[in-house]
């Protein structure tokens, strides 16, 4: 008989609350023990996995997931198994994509996986989601991250290293690659015919006064760039130095429009994203919102 049977069960969201870690956390350390491996889109469990007890139950809205039996609870809270000798470190990621450690960093840290501490380098939420594990130097004790071999597979941070390389696709492909249909179809209805001071193409007049006055204050920016997560959303602007991401909204009132809009600012409070959205009313005065908006982030603009 299974020793598991009529144990109660626990989601990995109830496992996650009560080892106060993310789910994505969770997900990574139980894939690491090779309990599960993913598959396509979704989590499957192996044989550890299911002699361990987990098990698939249906959800009518969300369909098949993986329980687990609560005794599993006291062994994760317990084995404390260290399983960052089995990780990825910067340097190994960098010799896979022919890139140093030092780049390899600052393109995790543009993409806000990483932040930098005070003798080295820290995880953040969205990079422990990512695989990200937090370690420390034995000798030196200074702060390092270690990685599931999944990040060197992860399209967003595929992507950016291709982009550093100049190893990028045809402009047009790249407008439309990773983008569901409607934000195909909204990017066809206002193509970049307007040519901002930086060199930038945007998509209109609003978006070519924001990056003009990004551009005169000095701040380092990008212009629709792709947000490191599953979902396929892509910013206005995204200003690297403290990781904050700025839209535009006009006054389209198409379905479509704004269904893409609670969708995209649904995907940003998921994961927590900091956000600045402007309308034409604050685009009209951009000296007075912008630097406000902006130094609640910790941005100056003096």
Excluded at 26 to 31: D, E, I, T, Y
Excluded at 218 to 232: D, F, I, S, T
Aim: net charge neutral.
């Amino acid at each position: 008989m299974n020793q598991h049977h009529n144990m109660k069960e626990l989601s990995t969201t109830a496992l996650a609350e009560k080892l106060n870690v993310t789910s994505q956390e969770l997900f990574q350390r139980r894939s690491n023990l090779g309990l599960i491996v993913r598959s396509d889109k979704a989590w499957e469990l192996t044989t550890s996995g299911r002699q361990k007890g987990g098990l698939y139950k249906d959800h009518e809205k969300w369909g098949k997931y993986i329980v687990w039996p609560e005794s599993f609870l006291d062994e994760l809270n317990n084995a404390n198994i260290d399983v960052s000798q089995h990780l990825l470190t910067s340097t190994s990621i960098g010799k896979n994509f022919d890139i140093s450690a030092n780049k390899t960093n600052s393109i995790l840290s543009e993409l806000g996986l990483i932040e930098r501490g005070l003798k080295g380098w820290m995880v953040t939420k969205l990079g422990k989601g990512m695989g990200g594990v937090q370690c420390e130097e034995k000798v030196s004790g200074a702060p390092y991250v270690r990685w599931s071999e999944s990040i060197i597979t992860n399209k967003i941070v595929v992507s950016s290293i291709k982009e550093m390389k100049g190893d990028v696709p045809s402009p047009v492909l790249s407008q439309t690659q990773n983008i569901t249909p409607i934000g195909i179809e909204i990017r066809d209805k206002y193509p970049p015919t307007f040519k901002a001071m930086d060199g930038h193409f945007v998509r209109s007049k609003a978006e070519m006064l924001i990056d003009n006055w990004l551009y005169y204050v000095g701040l380092l920016h990008a212009y629709e760039r792709e947000l490191p997560v599953e979902e396929n959303v892509i910013s206005d602007f995204y200003i690297p130095n403290g990781k904050v991401y700025i839209e535009y909204w006009g006054y389209d009132n198409d379905s479509k429009y704004t269904s893409r809009k609670e969708e995209k600012l649904a995907i940003y409070k998921k994961h927590e994203f900091h956000l600045i959205q402007l309308t034409d009313k604050e685009v009209q005065n951009l000296d007075a919102t912008l630097p406000r908006l902006l130094l609640h982030f910790g941005i100056r603009t003096e």
